[in-house]
């Protein structure tokens, strides 16, 4: 637990300076504890040293961890690839979704919360960088998707997700961020409630700071947190 209270100061003390470079409010940034590939203990540690906000990238993996911790009062963010015939597992548990890239997946998240009563934020995931292994929406089809999801039902489009390329200098991720910023920009100009697009989830544990500088308002974080992944 040390080890996690030691790392958590630190991402703190960087989420602050980065605020301050910027002139925000660090209580504008939202952090996102990446806990994929971590034990439920672990999870109860961080837990336990102040962080109640984490995202997992697997449903089934993730559904055992709530289940060990039910006791806590947590916050769980979808943040991986969501495949359809996952949804029905995955509405019930996940708080938000991040990673909406598609109608048909949309269609049936709406379905599911419908049928539970249930109001589900999501976030629609944008492609920049041209890799092919990551999801996401390509620039050009977002204002499409953006206006099939804002007419669903039980979804609440809050703003925009991101994957960039993973490139050892942060500063040349940068124009990726700024991208997104300038795209929910766009989203905001045409939407009928812009009020409510107030979220740019990006940036990682190395490059989040840059992010921040960028507009981001939730960065997920994980090795800076927990140390390097086990798989």
Not at 121 to 136: F, I, N, S, Y
């Amino acid at each position: 637990m040390d080890a996690i209270r030691e790392n958590l100061q630190r991402i703190r003390d960087r989420i602050r300076n980065a605020c301050g470079r910027a002139d925000r409010d660090p209580g504008s940034v939202r952090l996102i504890a990446v806990s994929k590939t971590v034990a439920p203990e672990r999870i109860r540690q961080a837990a336990a040293v102040g962080l109640n906000v984490f995202g997992e990238n697997y449903v089934q993996e993730a559904l055992g961890k709530m289940d060990s911790l039910g006791d806590l009062n947590l916050e769980w963010h979808f943040i991986g690839h969501l495949q359809t015939n996952k949804v029905r597992q995955a509405v019930p548990h996940f708080h938000w979704i991040q990673t909406v890239d598609r109608v048909k997946l949309a269609r049936e998240i709406d379905r599911r919360a419908e049928a539970l009563g249930k109001s589900m934020p999501v976030l629609l995931q944008v492609h920049l960088g041209g890799e092919e292994t990551k999801a996401g929406v390509d620039p050009e089809d977002l204002p499409d998707l953006f206006e099939e999801v804002s007419r669903m039902s039980c979804l609440e489009v809050r703003g925009l997700m991101t994957l960039p390329p993973y490139l050892e200098d942060p500063e040349e991720v940068r124009p990726y961020f700024r991208q997104l910023r300038r795209l929910l920009e766009v989203l905001r100009d045409r939407a009928s409630e812009p009020e409510r697009l107030t979220e740019l989830s990006m940036g990682m544990s190395h490059d989040f700071e840059v992010a921040i500088e960028e507009g981001a308002t939730m960065v997920r974080v994980g090795t800076a947190l927990f140390g390097p992944r086990l798989s």
